[in-house]
């Protein structure tokens, strides 16, 4: 006779840590992330946010990062060092002292956004920026280092302007506009016209009866008369 185990036995070690499912799952589901390009045309005179988002492709692994930024002018061959932040900000380029803040990720050593804002814009902004996440996965016996480079042209304009998408999407809900009506005024002219034919056509079915019941009566009127 076969006999079976009443309880179950426990499960043989595998060396690694066990995580259960729904805790795994919840911290997959902790937030979501999307690398956003950086805008790239700034106002004089006003703030603008240098985006640098990098998403951390394996959401359950421990991690840390740092972001550094670095500059190069128009006029410039050289990239310099302009900003760094690990747990505090420091403001490396002296021509940018007092004018730069962080608006990255906050209370947290793992960083996915390190995007920096820059007050009160100079045309001398204008450049290229470079951004650069060092970031440092964390597994149970080793860790693993990955960087992440985006760079983008910023150009400083002296008033707001309207973007290229902005004009178009404009003029594309125009001309829908107008193709809507115009094919309004089609449908409209059609079910006129369907409508007055059917019109016509009850009409001259209408008379035709009317001629046929007149015609019979004179008949029966003739008939009648012949008989007296």
Not at 70 to 83: C, G, N, Q, V
Not at 159 to 168: C, D, E, F, N, Q
Not at 204 to 225: F, M, P, T, V, W
Request: glycine content about 6%; charged content about 20%; some cysteine.
């Amino acid at each position: 006779n076969l006999q079976f185990p009443l309880h179950n036995p426990e499960p043989q070690s595998t060396g690694y840590p066990l995580v259960h499912p729904l805790r795994s799952a919840a911290s997959l589901c902790h937030g979501a992330c999307v690398e956003l390009e950086s805008d790239t045309e700034a106002v004089a005179h006003e703030g603008f946010k240098l985006g640098c988002i990098s998403c951390k492709r394996r959401g359950e692994v421990r991690a840390r990062a740092s972001v550094n930024w670095f500059f190069k002018a128009s006029d410039e061959t050289e990239f310099s060092h302009l900003y760094s932040y690990e747990e505090t900000e420091e403001i490396i380029d002296p021509r940018f002292y007092g004018r730069l803040g962080w608006k990255g990720s906050n209370n947290t050593r793992d960083l996915q956004d390190g995007s920096i804002t820059i007050h009160n814009v100079t045309f001398n902004d204008t450049g290229t920026y470079m951004c650069i996440f060092s970031r440092v996965l964390i597994y149970p016996n080793y860790n693993f280092q990955t960087n992440s480079t985006k760079s983008f042209f910023l150009n400083v304009m002296p008033r707001r302007t309207r973007g290229l998408a902005s004009i178009v999407s404009e003029v594309t809900m125009y001309m829908s506009i107008i193709g809507l009506q115009f094919w309004l005024l089609v449908e409209m002219i059609y079910c006129y016209r369907k409508i007055a034919a059917a019109g016509e056509e009850a009409l001259r079915e209408s008379e035709a009866e009317y001629l046929a019941i007149a015609s019979e009566s004179k008949d029966n009127c003739a008939s009648g008369q012949v008989a007296e």
